[in-house]
Nanobody
């Protein structure tokens, strides 16, 4: 499966952005999916994951209550709605897919990566 992320940009603190990740090659609901991010000088970290059929989600503590991951099966797309953005959310955001036909993603071992999309939050 190939993943294409989009939707990044520059916003002020308190603003919102919605990231999209479109899959091609196979239907996206054959895979659990997630979002990760990497800030300058830091390691890539888990942000949110969603199971294959969207029945369960999981979030990093730093984004709980502000970010929402969802998926639209008909559009072969996973979204990350980001509200109440903070300067510390500034990073390159990557979408990822887990193992084919697995229900949930192993966040320590994503199988497929999209290219990153830059999110910059100014104070």
């Amino acid at each position: 499966v190939q993943l294409q992320a989009s939707g990044g940009g520059s916003v002020q603190a308190g603003g919102s952005l919605r990231l999209s990740c479109v899959a091609s090659g196979r239907t996206f609901d054959s895979y659990p999916a997630g979002w990760f991010r990497q800030a300058p000088g830091k390691e890539r970290e888990f942000v949110a994951t969603i199971t294959r059929y969207g029945s369960s989600t999981n979030y990093a503590d730093s984004v709980k209550g502000r970010f929402t991951i969802s998926r639209a099966h008909a559009e072969n797309t996973v979204y990350l709605q980001m509200n109440s953005l903070k300067p510390e959310d500034t990073a390159v955001y990557y979408c990822a897919a887990g193992a084919y036909l697995a229900q949930a993603m192993d966040v320590s071992n994503p199988q497929y990566w999209g290219q990153g999309t830059q999110v910059t939050v100014s104070s």
